[in-house]
């Protein structure tokens, strides 16, 4: 017995190193990566992006701040972009970042950076400049690819996956906030599928690593010194809330922009919401998945493969719909004329339908979502995330998810957050409503809507020239 005390010993003492062993990437994994090492190497990648536009000057009407949560915080950001000097004649100027994505000059960046600009320019961390034209954009992405005119020695960031991300792994931003050339900024993925209101296509990054105005278009890296994520947006104010389009959502729309300098959709035709808990319960399904179908479009693709109002739709294309804002991004990627395979549940049972994908045309949209139209305005259904995203009270409507400067609509003294009760008198209750009511506008006339922001109503009247 005495000669097994040693045996059993050893055992046990041989079975902790290897779990020690074992666990040692583990811990090497989970550790910071070497920032030193990974900034010297990316920023060559990184580019400082100036932009000019000339303009005259307008007569700018001050927005009122009636807003229960102060200043619209993504609209503080967008606006920082341009300098505010208004002279008779002036040229706008922004800053932001980008970086290049082939040796022939490529670079990618945000649209908001590069929207309207007579002229473009990059800067390299070597001191180099070049000249750039814009080949395409994606104002619902918010991105844009342009091209260094003239040939050289580019550095080329490598493209990551960006589904493969998880929260808490670190990542490193570099830009150029506040014109300050080659910023290096470091923390972790804070969440992911964040909607913030932007448009249809919300599934931002969330980030601590500090993202400030001319940080936009920048790369967002991971450990491995791949780009995982497009730096876009912040909340003016906040400490540690960043945001950044998934890289992938840019790679799908890539070979569009390059080739066509735009990008076509697919297009279903429904309107949709999310399922809670209790209409989950009410449709017999296990747990709060998929996009419970509001409304099915006339002479939709929708309609003509057999889809219904309180259908839920769980899987499109072999992808799982989890949620709601899954459906509008795997729909808008499926090419026109594409066959695919649906899967729904109606009256407590799984269906399958074939769907033929058709083009989305300009002005609509699955989830019920607008762009920004004559009036300077851009609407969208609104549901209980993007109320919360919002921090509004109430969670049905049509809602005002951007207010461009300089129209009608922000002359008149609307915001981001007001919900379009009425236009000219006829009830507003979804985004078709808010379609037709201005499609049946005459020539013109005035238009006198009614909004609601917080816990007041008011009427507002624009003039459309």
Not at 109 to 116: A, C, E, F, R
Not at 282 to 295: R, T
Request: proline share 5%; with cysteine; net charge neutral.
């Amino acid at each position: 017995m005495q000669n097994n005390v040693p045996r059993i010993f050893i055992f046990i003492l041989s079975a902790l190193i290897f779990v020690l062993f074992a666990a040692a990437p583990v811990i090497a994994k989970n550790g910071p990566p070497d920032f030193v090492d990974l900034a010297k190497k990316l920023k060559p990648t990184v580019v400082n992006i100036s932009t000019e536009k000339k303009a005259k000057a307008q007569k700018r009407m001050q927005r009122p701040n009636n807003s229960p949560f102060g200043n619209d915080p993504f609209q503080d950001f967008f606006d920082r972009f341009f300098e505010d000097q208004r002279p008779q004649n002036f040229a706008q100027r922004s800053l932001g970042s980008g970086f290049i994505i082939s040796d022939d000059g490529y670079v990618l960046t945000n649209n908001h950076v590069v929207h309207g600009a007579d002229e473009i320019k990059v800067k390299l961390d070597d001191g180099r400049e070049f000249k750039c034209e814009l080949k395409g954009a994606d104002a619902k992405l918010d991105i844009a690819l342009i091209k260094i005119m003239t040939k050289g020695d580019f550095q080329v960031a490598k493209l990551g996956d960006s589904d493969l991300i998880e929260v808490g792994e670190w990542v490193m931003a570099i830009g150029n906030p506040f014109g300050l050339a080659e910023t290096v900024t470091a923390g972790i993925i804070s969440a992911k599928g964040r909607v913030i209101g932007s448009g249809p296509y919300d599934d931002y990054l969330q980030t601590d690593a500090s993202i400030n105005p001319g940080n936009s278009g920048g790369p967002l890296f991971n450990s491995n010194g791949e780009v995982i994520g497009i730096n876009t947006a912040i909340v003016a104010g906040g400490q540690g809330i960043g945001f950044a389009i998934p890289v992938n959502m840019a790679k799908t729309v890539l070979p569009q922009l390059r080739d066509k300098g735009k990008v076509t959709r697919g297009w279903l035709g429904v309107s949709i919401q999310p399922v809670t808990k209790e209409l989950a319960e009410s449709f017999g399904l296990a747990g709060e998945k998929g996009a419970l179908v509001s409304e099915v479009l006339p002479d939709s693709p929708a309609e003509k493969g057999g889809i219904k109002a309180g259908d839920v739709i769980v899987s499109f294309d072999g992808k799982d719909i989890k949620e709601m804002n899954d459906l509008p991004r795997i729909v808008a990627a499926t090419p026109e004329g594409k066959k695919v395979l649906l899967i729904l549940f109606r009256e407590g049972k799984e269906e399958t339908l074939s769907i033929l994908v058709e083009k989305l045309k300009d002005g609509s949209e699955d989830s019920s979502a607008s762009d920004p139209d004559r009036l300077g305005l851009a609407v969208r259904q609104l549901t209980k995330e993007l109320a919360a995203s919002l921090k509004l009270k109430e969670s049905s409507g049509v809602v005002i998810t951007e207010v461009r400067r300089d129209t009608p609509a922000h002359n008149a003294g609307l915001q981001r957050g007001d919900i379009v009760r009425e236009i000219n008198g006829k009830k507003i209750a979804t985004v078709d409503d808010y379609e037709k009511a201005l499609a049946e506008r005459k020539k013109d006339e005035l238009l006198r809507i009614l909004v609601r922001h917080g816990q007041s109503s008011r009427y507002l009247v624009l003039k459309i020239d």
